[in-house]
């Protein structure tokens, strides 16, 4: 079994690779940065020049485990959406029934009108063939585009993500729009009540069965946090001081807006930001999310293969195609045992790039490795931020996303540097999220029906 030592095998590689390799100081600067903007965000003069807004979800309560009652969920995601109807049953028993719909591009490209309708039509059928269309069950959104909360069950539209072209919807209140498009259906009753981003979701989802819960992390094709803030430090609150709590939702894939993130961002961030559809944006999401490693990862080998560093024997024809890569393609290529290049094979066949030489899989291997292990290193900067903000003695972390679930280098990485970044007096533990922005959503909806009694019974 050959080991490649990759400074001394590939050091062309491992010299372009090297502004990737944070350094504890890096990562400590990026921290300490990132609660700056934390207090900015919760400022009162300070929120508009924050690079994480720290935004307000008005969900002041967490669930206790002993909330039961029927509820209906929509998660929407930029691809898809799912309809769930959720039961809460005694022992902390969660019975779901769901339905997942593609959204189609005529329909993203449309109008927001059309979006809106598109999803009544969809929560028409389903509380049909649930035989639940007559109950007015109360419902709520998990939604995962940015949002301007102005109560539980007014949510503002800041922007859509790239693919979505209802621009009609820009500015406006979703829950409102939703609520236009179900009152068509006049067969049906359905009580909208509130709407929460994803990471908040997924934790007050988790929060039902580990009431230890307090933050909500999301890393997938964009990143995000949610956490549990103190009321009093939420300066652009005006409602009741007497609950003692806020969830927080950071939209912290704004940091670096500032310039804090300039001095790790390396040329092959600057080209995929320059080629991405809001250049100058989200610079911390860009070097995190799953849409962007893939690509950086392409870049970095189009640059070795134009050199003649790298896949010698093959041309450019699939490998030079923008956006590509993609991060389960990375996976894969990080999956062998050590020594053990089967998997890699596999990736490149799809590239046509067919019986590579072993020593450019493992550069390929080495290249993947660096991306994506800054990407989980910049994720524990922001989660150790949080955390030492939060100060509580041990908490659980509902994290959603595959790169989490799927990939255990991203696990072993991110565990790593968190535990390093963060007070030792803060215990946390990582909790991969299954299903919970949905039944989160499905929690919150029981909040917004009752708020001074949270545990409700419908049934």
């Not at 009540?193 to 819960?213: D, F, P, R, Y």
Request: hydrophobic share 40%; proline share 3%; aromatic share 8%.
């Amino acid at each position: 079994m050959t080991k490649y030592d990759p400074e001394l095998d590939f050091p062309e590689a491992y010299k372009m690779c090297k502004p990737f390799m944070l350094t504890d100081d890096n990562l400590t600067s990026i921290r300490n940065s990132m609660t700056q903007e934390v207090i900015a965000g919760l400022g009162r003069d300070s929120h508009s020049r924050s690079s994480i807004p720290c935004l307000l979800s008005y969900v002041q309560h967490l669930p206790t485990g002993r909330e039961r009652g029927r509820f209906l969920a929509l998660e929407m995601w930029p691809t898809n959406c799912r309809i769930m109807l959720v039961k809460f049953s005694s022992e902390k028993d969660i019975y779901m029934s769901s339905k997942c719909v593609i959204v189609p591009h005529t329909i993203t490209g449309s109008r927001g009108t059309v979006l809106f309708n598109f999803l009544a039509d969809n929560i028409a059928i389903f509380v049909k063939e649930k035989k639940v269309e007559k109950e007015n069950l109360p419902m709520g959104v998990a939604f995962s585009f940015a949002l301007n909360k102005l109560a539980l069950d007014v949510g503002i539209l800041i922007a859509w993500t790239k693919g979505y072209g209802c621009l009609g919807a820009l500015g406006k209140d979703v829950v409102q729009l939703l609520r236009n498009a179900l009152s068509e259906h006049s067969d049906i009753a359905v009580d909208l009540v509130a709407i929460v981003n994803i990471s908040a979701g997924s934790l007050m989802g988790l929060s039902w069965s580990q009431t230890n819960c307090r933050m909500g992390l999301t890393v997938g094709t964009g990143t995000n946090a949610a956490y549990v803030e103190q009321t009093d430090e939420c300066q652009l609150f005006e409602g009741d001081d007497d609950l003692p709590l806020m969830i927080i939702n950071s939209e912290w894939g704004n940091f670096g807006n500032n310039g804090h993130l300039d001095f790790i961002r390396t040329e092959f961030d600057k080209i995929a930001d320059s080629q991405s559809s809001n250049p100058g944006l989200k610079y911390y999401d860009k070097c995190i999310s799953t849409l962007y490693l893939g690509e950086l990862v392409r870049l970095i080998v189009v640059r070795l293969m134009k050199m003649g560093v790298i896949f010698k024997e093959h041309n450019l024809d699939y490998m030079g195609i923008q956006w590509k890569m993609e991060m389960k393609s990375l996976m894969a290529l990080d999956s062998d045992p050590p020594g053990v290049y089967d998997q890699a094979q596999l990736v490149m066949d799809k590239f046509r790039m067919r019986h590579c030489e072993q020593r450019d899989l493992a550069m390929l291997r080495f290249i993947t490795q660096c991306v994506t292990d800054r990407s989980a290193k910049l994720v524990a900067a922001g989660v150790a931020c949080l955390l030492n903000r939060m100060a509580f003695a041990h908490i659980s972390i509902a994290v959603d996303g595959g790169i989490y679930r799927l990939y255990p280098r991203y696990q072993l990485v991110l565990n790593k540097y968190t535990n390093l970044l963060t007070n030792p007096m803060h215990k946390f533990d990582f909790v991969i999220a299954q299903d919970s922005p949905g039944v989160g959503a499905a929690i919150v909806a029981g909040l917004a029906r009752n708020l001074n009694k949270f545990s409700v019974a419908y049934g």
